[in-house]
């Protein structure tokens, strides 16, 4: 038996995490993109679970810190200018 009320476990508590995977879907409204960029992007970096057919990708709270920062707009490289030929 649990030594807290029922109506005061973690999941009744705002804020407090579960910590349940979460959905590609969710992911995305998190991060304020499209699903179908998370999951590119979860597959290029290799965060996640992708379980295939219905149940599809699954993110813990660590992989959506995760896809945030691989999300992170990369610096620019600057391109030398060729020299012209003598």
């Known amino acids: 038996m649990s030594a807290l009320p029922a109506a005061h476990n973690a999941a009744s508590v705002p804020g407090v995490s579960t910590n349940q995977p979460k959905t590609a879907d969710e992911v995305a409204e998190l991060l304020r993109c499209s699903s179908r960029t998370v999951r590119e992007r979860a597959r290029q970096f290799g965060i996640g679970a992708d379980f295939g057919g219905r149940i599809g990708w699954r993110f813990t ?23 012209a030929a003598s």
């Open 61 to 83: 709270d660590e992989d959506v810190q995760a896809l945030l920062v691989a999300m992170r707009p990369q610096p620019t490289r600057r391109r030398q200018r060729r020299r």
